[in-house]
């Protein structure tokens, strides 16, 4: 059985990733774990996936904030190689306290391209580079959500995309949101808020939300190249 490492930074992409994945790969040919990092000691939390016949295994490992991810595939990577892991992928925000810091708050490509080769660099100086993936999320996981635009139709009948244009003042189905939103997940807040609920990235939201998510949501968004970056994370992960 092939064993690919999946490090996110946070709670919200762990349950995204684990429910990405029944729509990415045959059900039956996949299992996974998922762990929290305490420090250094790894904690098993809800839930795990253990078909029979499974061919790929996925430990999928939340790191609890969005610096440590890549410290943490540094840390671990020749030890996970060493159990027979076969790949390593790391997910993370762009957002962060570091890019705000110098960002001034806009979508600044050439700082963004700086945050991807300072973290390239890092893993060319590990032992099995060719088999570390490191991805971010433009500017947001949320960003990906909102790609999926009738993913909010799904979630209370009246945020259809006609409506959210109209109450917002654009078009889900023809912006791009990684290239639109610079606080992503404030955005989706703000889109619930419209239904009379909220999005404050607790436990349960994210797992409502994500489990609304369908095949055709994932397979809409890649086609018309709403999120590049949520495109490519999907073909790395089904290519395993």
Known sequence: MK???????????????RNLLYHLIDPSEFSFECIQLYADTEKTVPYEYSPPNATVHFRI??????????????????RLFEKGFTK??????????AYCKRAEGII???LIQKF?????DVITEMNNLDNIHFHFAIMEMEAWWLSMYNLFSKIDGMLTSDFIKEKMGYDLAKISPEKTFFHPSSEVDKILKLARSAYNKKFGEVEKITKK????????????????????????????
Do not use: P, W
């Not at 490992?61 to 020749?78: F, S």
């Open 108 to 110: 600044d490509e050439e």
């Open 3 to 17: 064993k690919v490492a999946v490090f996110v930074e946070g709670q919200g992409e762990l349950i995204f990733v």
């Open 88 to 97: 390593i992928v790391g997910l993370r925000d762009m957002y962060s306290g």
């Open 61 to 78: 490992i939340n790191v609890g904030t969005d610096e440590k991810v890549l410290t943490a595939i540094k840390e671990r990577e020749k």
């Open 213 to 240: 998510i369908e095949a055709s949501d994932i397979d809409d968004a890649k086609e018309h190249g709403r999120c590049k970056a949520f495109e490519i994370f999907c073909k790395n992960m089904t290519s395993c």
């Open 116 to 120: 991807v080769r300072a973290a390239a």
